[in-house]
């Protein structure tokens, strides 16, 4: 067990009413943000899927048809994230294990096979849009054609994950330059796009939907947001923060103090670029009467109407954000893989499984855009899979011992799991009633 170590007690004055009890000084300031260090990273890995290709389309969509409107979807989106993956990280400082593995454990055979099929399913349908947003990436900003982009973006992508073998942290390294990348990325756009702050203030905290069009489009920006293999990841990336040997209830609560802020931190951060992605859209497009409908299409306008920077600006973000997000995405596989039933499978098997079928689409030449649709509505399917099994686990106080829920954490995240079940429904009848 690991040892507190404390400096000499700090003498007290003669007569003092404490000179009975021994003191510590407190850690400076240096010295806690230095600790808070050791922490950070999981939620930053974690929060590439919240900014992922997907992202970009919904949110593009968003303000090029309604304006700074759909700002607050942005940010109630966030909110529900938070408390998800606060949830998903806690379950695994509790146990020890991920969420797929305390899945395996508790339910039956059945109900694991069910459940991994699902996860699997979810983390292909992932990388599949993901890998598409970084093929595009490189077409757009080096005209690679896309089947020769889909394995550039395979080899980097591999590149990425291999480097997991010298450690998490060289990973969450690599995947926070990308993320730092669209942030600066999409400061160069607000620069360069001039929005009407006061405005985006105010759709930021007052919700509006104007008509039944944009219903169907913030629907779609929460279903781009919350998303099933994140859920699952981020439980087993915080097992590489955790001390050695026996760990204390003390311990575990320290950790899940210091893992909270890194997902406020990494959260809130993906927030600020999403609604970027909104407020650019809705200062460029919209006030220019242009209605984006595509990716490659909002590229193209970019340069005319804000000059060639934010046109280089957006593919560059785009980019950064498939490759990230895919190398997410593969990583997200490996941990189902094998967690619901203890399916032993090589290592990298498993990361080709997971990117075979973005692979075959790009190659058969499928409409990028129509399978980047078809994967987020797949993801409506997959959802309760994550979600459900992780309210339970996290409620269940013989699994969960002092970390357990409360009854507020209970209803909220029931209220939270109905609320997103409901309008990921909605999302999926419009789809196949041919409204989206």
Same mark, same amino acid.
């Given at each position: 067990?690991? #040892? ?33 260090? *050791? ?50 990280? #806690? ?18 055979? *059945? ?40 394995? %550039? ?7 990425? +994950? ?52 944009? $219903?169907? =489009?913030? +629907? ?9 293999? $994140? ?8 097992? /590489? ?7 204390? &209830?003390?311990?575990? !609560? #320290?950790?899940?103090?210091?893992? *909270?802020? &890194? %997902? +406020? ?23 220019? @009467? ?6 490659? !299409?909002?590229?193209? /306008? ?12 957006? @593919? ?16 997200? @596989?490996?941990?189902?893989? &094998? @967690?619901?039933?203890?399916? #032993? ?24 855009? *129509? ?26 106080? &013989? =699994? ?15 209220? %939270?799991?109905?609320? %997103? ?16």
């Amino acid at each position: 067990m690991l #040892k507190e170590v404390y400096p000499e007690p700090v003498p007290q004055p003669e007569n003092s009413v404490l000179e009975n009890i021994t003191t510590y000084p407190k850690p400076s300031l240096i010295s806690r943000f230095s600790q808070l260090l *050791k922490y950070l990273g999981p939620a930053f890995i974690v929060s590439v899927a919240y900014i992922d290709p997907g992202n970009f389309a919904t949110n593009i969509s968003g303000g090029s048809f309604f304006n700074y409107q759909l700002i607050w979807v942005i940010l109630w989106s966030n909110l529900m994230a938070i408390f998800l993956q606060t949830l998903s990280a #806690k379950l695994g400082i509790a146990t020890g294990c991920n969420l797929p593995e305390m899945c395996g454990r508790t339910f039956c055979r *059945k109900t694991n096979y069910f459940l991994w099929l699902m996860a699997t399913f979810a983390s292909m349908a992932t990388a599949l849009a993901e890998f598409l947003g970084a093929s595009l990436g490189l077409y757009l900003l080096f005209g690679v054609p896309l089947i020769q982009a889909g394995f %550039i973006t395979a080899v980097l992508t591999f590149f990425i +994950v291999y480097t997991e073998k010298y450690g998490q942290r060289v990973v969450e390294a690599l995947i926070t330059v990308l993320v730092g990348i669209i942030g600066v990325a999409y400061t160069i756009e607000l620069f360069l796009a001039k929005p009407a702050w006061p405005q985006v203030a105010m759709h930021t905290l007052i919700p509006s939907l104007p008509n039944g069009e944009a $219903v169907l =489009i913030a +629907v779609g920006m929460l279903g781009a947001t919350v998303m099933p293999h $994140v859920i699952y990841l981020h439980s087993q990336l915080v097992q /590489s923060r955790k001390p050695y040997g026996y760990v204390t &209830d003390k311990q575990k !609560q #320290k950790h899940l103090r210091m893992e *909270k802020i &890194d %997902i +406020v931190l990494a959260m809130n951060i993906a927030f600020i670029v999403n609604a970027a992605m909104v407020v650019v859209s809705a200062a460029i497009f919209y006030n220019n @009467g242009v209605i984006v409908e595509s990716i490659e !299409q909002a590229h193209r /306008s970019l340069a005319p109407l804000a000059g060639t920077l934010s046109s280089a600006a957006f @593919g560059i973000a785009l980019l950064a954000s498939g490759l990230s997000s895919s190398a997410v995405g593969t990583l997200a @596989g490996q941990t189902v893989m &094998d @967690g619901f039933i203890g399916l #032993k499978i090589p290592l990298n098997i498993r990361r080709l499984l997971t990117v075979a079928p973005a692979l075959i689409i790009i190659s058969l030449g499928i409409n990028p855009m *129509k399978a980047l649709v078809l994967s987020q509505v797949s993801l409506s399917f997959a959802l309760p899979a994550a979600i459900i099994p992780m309210i339970l686990l996290t409620s269940r106080k &013989d =699994i969960m011992g002092t970390l357990v829920n409360d009854a507020l954490t209970k209803y909220m995240g029931w209220f %939270i799991t109905l609320l %997103i079940l409901s309008l990921n429904g909605v999302l999926l009848f419009l789809t196949f009633s041919g409204k989206v």
